[in-house]
């Protein structure tokens, strides 16, 4: 997609509020239905083609918070493979901020509970792992293209 053809308003205030709120909307859904509702993103690509969606729980770099944040993921062996995509603003997530400062954090997929280190994609890791993210979610290409920045991919490990 052309970079002129990203929504005008995409990196305002009042999107990064909207963003916020449907996540913790999303979170409580997917909680209190065990991942029976909300393990699929079903919203752009998602529509035609339902992507599987996790929680991830992580703690606030500056707060020492725990957040929680539903994120689309692939898996490639036994890793679980996440996008800091934010819809293709031109800011990271705070949740990739937080994982790069405290990377060692938990995944729920359904009602199973792990425990995970982050780390993020070399660039070799990303060349070879985003045609299998696009291939999931066709929207990361788009969202790419959006973005005054590389989007980065995150590399969840069993821990």
Not at 2 to 23: E, I, R, T
């Amino acid at each position: 997609m052309d970079p002129k053809n990203k929504p005008k308003q995409l990196n305002s205030p009042l999107v990064a509020k909207a963003m916020k709120y449907a996540g913790k909307a999303h979170v409580w859904v997917y909680r209190r239905s065990g991942g029976k509702i909300g393990a699929n993103w079903r919203i752009g690509a998602g529509l035609k083609k339902p992507v599987p969606t996790l929680l991830l729980e992580h703690t606030g770099r500056k707060s020492g918070k725990t957040f929680v944040s539903p994120l689309v993921y692939i898996t490639d062996g036994d890793d679980v493979i996440i996008v800091a995509s934010q819809g293709g603003r031109d800011t990271h997530p705070q949740w990739y901020h937080n994982l790069v400062a405290n990377p060692d954090v938990y995944i729920e997929i359904g009602t199973d509970r792990r425990a995970v280190r982050a780390e993020v994609a070399s660039p070799e890791e990303r060349a070879r792992l985003w045609p299998k993210l696009v291939d999931a979610y066709a929207d990361f290409d788009t969202y790419q293209s959006w973005a005054d920045r590389e989007i980065p991919v995150l590399v969840l490990k069993p821990r």
